[in-house]
């Protein structure tokens, strides 16, 4: 026996240094990465992964900056000096007044300037579409009067017709601002404000460091000094993805530290001794770090909601602590006795428990199947470290009597605790409601909602919720369709400014053609002979000559390609994004798909992550419907059938009774209400199988009220979290815990040895 005792403490040590050594090497190789966008977690069922991050890029490092000044000298200075002080921030990689202030126009224009006549301006196609050269001819006297203009004089040489100047005019315009000097603004309701571009530097935005740049962004803005308090509306990625980060991280630390001081405390309290309160805080660590293990090992990225949903691993492991330390002052037994004693409970237990969570694994949400994997593993060494190292290293007191409870009549209020139970659970049946809305976890703080929808009444959407793809078999075929979906809603929705793609940069090769043989045929028919006759000839010559040659995407300057998103390859084929800043209704979108000869692919990310809660909810509910089958299976098996569903009831009605008070008390019932079930069958199942197994004795009784009171520090913390989700969970599972004690205490003796003289 002991050679068996030694041998489970030589392997518990060599796990966990195996465990250490692993998150060591991690740690030490950069490799463990944390992910807070809430709508990473889902899987919406679409293969739209790849696209999604894919419109996504062009967008996560920049922000924009609305500055609500005066239009005066000071307001200026003020400009000048913060751009200058925002410039010398290293997480900052350019700051401008204009978005084109950044672009090297010469080296543009020279690459553009190589395809003479291959670009036309919007106005410009619709002059070709009805042949009319006289548009061209007025537009390049139009241009050639203003010879300061920096278009004009770069482009004269290489596009003598100027008819890329006037291309690059229509790209650089920006419709919606105003000119102030350098400065651009805009104006609502006499307010005028004025804008600040920002990119970061992309490594600056990471999980791991956005919220030290937002925090240094902040306080560079604060102690900018002006004469006035200054309004700053703030739009962009990195802020929302910082002020998630930031409450996450905070109440996971918050959480984690009251939960194991509340745990340390009662353990302390309870037995009065340091020795119990190291076994527990030997079987936290030893479950945690075993969860945390299997995260790193399994998944590449690591969401931070799934760690604070993990610390109910807390409460789950400590209730196996607190069984074994009991008995071990109760009945005197230790090391591999004690195991043998505990282990038919503690197996049964913790097996159905890691068997709900593993069935978690099942479902598509990236969330679920972490909770799943780091509960699971951290479930199993807190068993393997209990039955080694705690029943070995148990409370040295003197033996105690078991006191068993009373065994005549049945504790009062158990029928009457029944009985509300279920009248509770049918007055909840008629309004129940389940909330499937994306928006309800939106964990990001309202202020900066405003912002993002002050920024959107101003100058349009600056984000990328929305978007349409075009499959093609190459890329010229992806352009060709980009312009075409183009014209079909700028010509239904009377809107030139929603649609961000890449052929507003690169027309298709068809339409660089099509701009080539008009404007030569012009030349050719001498409809263009007052700008010809302003040429030179050999510059005209020069411009023949390349007339047969077109821009591709690979002769792009970088900045241009990273403006818009990238073309995907999936499934064998090659899909390109518009990003789309306009609302597009079903109606609009058939009317869209009708004018087209080729199928597009609307994709609106809160609609669809909604859509897709509801079908994960049903998975959920599928899933707890096997739970519960498989909860009533293991209960028939081990004992009587009568006995096992008369066991099996209680959990179940406790889970439901739970999920009906939240119903009663929120109005609705989410996903993370259901999930909160899934812990509440098993918590109380751990209950059950205590009280059957061993009677209800003294130290049987208060393991029971010590794991459920420990269990409810834990979940009932999360009340306080503004984080929907994580209150969500934490409400239902407090409810449920609370509920599942009561209905244990109160349980008749009858019931539990029901069976046994027979058996």
Known sequence: MKMTQSRLLYSWVIITLICCSMLLYHSANQSIKFDANILNILNVGDNSGALTKAARKPFENKA?????????????????????????????????????????????????????????????????????????????????????????????EQAPLLNIADWFTARFNQSLWKQDDEFLYIESEGL????????????????????????????????????????????????????????????????????????????????????????????????????????????????????????????????????????????????????????????????????????LLLLPILLLQQVAVFVGA????????????????????????????????????????????????????????????????????????????KVSQLVGNQQYPR?????????????????????????????AFELKGLDLWLPSIATQKINAQWL?????????????????????????????????????????????????????????????????????????QAQLDFPINYYDQPAQYSAALTKLRHYILYFLAMAVAALILIMIVRYPIQVGLKLAALPILVAFSALAITQLITGSVTIFNLLGCILILALNVDYVFFLREHGRLNYVLKSIFLSATTTALTFGIMVFSKTPAIWQFGLTVLIGVTLGWLLCNLLPSAILNQGKNQA
């Open 64 to 156: 924009l900056l609305l500055l609500q000044l005066n239009a005066n000298s000071a307001s200026k200075t003020y400009l000048r000096q913060l751009n200058t002080t925002l410039t010398k921030h290293v997480a900052i990689q350019t700051v401008s007044f204009n978005p084109s202030d950044n672009i090297d126009i010469k080296k543009l224009i020279s690459i553009y300037g190589d395809y003479p006549l291959a670009f036309l301006s919007d106005d410009a196609q619709v002059a070709r579409d009805k042949d009319d050269y006289q548009f061209i001819i007025k537009r390049y006297m139009q241009l050639l009067s203003q010879p300061t203009n920096p278009l004009v004089t770069l482009s004269i």
């Open 192 to 359: 005028r404000y004025y804008p600040l571009f920002i990119e970061f530097v992309p490594k600056a935005i990471q999980i791991d460091q956005v919220v030290t740049t937002i925090a240094q962004l902040d306080q560079a803005l604060s102690q900018s000094h002006f004469s006035e308090p200054v309004t700053i509306i703030k739009s962009g990625l990195a802020f929302h993805s910082a002020a998630v980060t930031q409450r996450i991280q905070f109440e996971m630390q918050l959480f984690s530290a009251l939960s194991l001081i509340g745990v340390l405390l009662l353990t302390l309290v309870s037995f009065r001794n340091l020795r119990p309160l190291l076994c527990i805080v030997v079987l936290i660590a030893a479950s945690m770090l075993a969860g945390m293990t299997a995260l790193v090992v399994v998944f590449e990225e690591i969401h931070l909601l799934s760690l604070v949903f993990a610390i109910s691993l807390i409460g789950i492991a400590v209730d196996y602590g607190y069984h074994i330390m009991f008995a071990a002052k109760y009945t005197g037994l230790r090391g591999t006795s004690l195991a043998k004693h505990l282990a038919p409970a503690l197996l049964m237990g913790a097996g159905t428990t890691l068997l709900s969570y593993l069935l």
């Open 378 to 453: 951290g479930l199993f060494f807190a068993i393997f470290t209990g039955l080694s190292v705690i029943t070995w290293w148990s409370v040295k007191v003197t033996t105690e009597p078991a006191k068993m409870g009373p065994p005549v009549a049945p504790p009062r209020g158990f029928k009457l605790l029944l009985a509300f139970l279920v009248l509770g659970s049918v007055v909840a049946i008629p309004q129940w409601y389940f909330e499937d809305n994306i928006n309800m976890f939106n964990s990001t703080p309202q202020h900066l909602i405003d912002n993002e929808i």
């Open 467 to 495: 978007f349409i793809s075009v499959t093609g078999i190459d890329q010229q075929q992806i352009l060709q369709r980009f312009e075409k979906t183009r014209n079909v809603i700028q010509t239904l929705t009377q809107s």
């Open 520 to 592: 030569e045929m012009g030349i050719k028919q001498q409809q263009l002979d007052p700008i010809i006759a302003m040429v030179d000839p050999l510059s005209v010559e020069k411009m023949f000559s390349k007339s047969d040659t077109w821009l591709t995407a690979d002769k792009l300057p970088e900045f241009i390609q990273h403006m818009y998103p990238s073309i995907v390859k999936q499934n064998n084929q090659l899909v390109g994004i518009l990003s789309y800043m306009g609302p597009l209704d079903a109606v609009l979108l058939a009317q869209i």
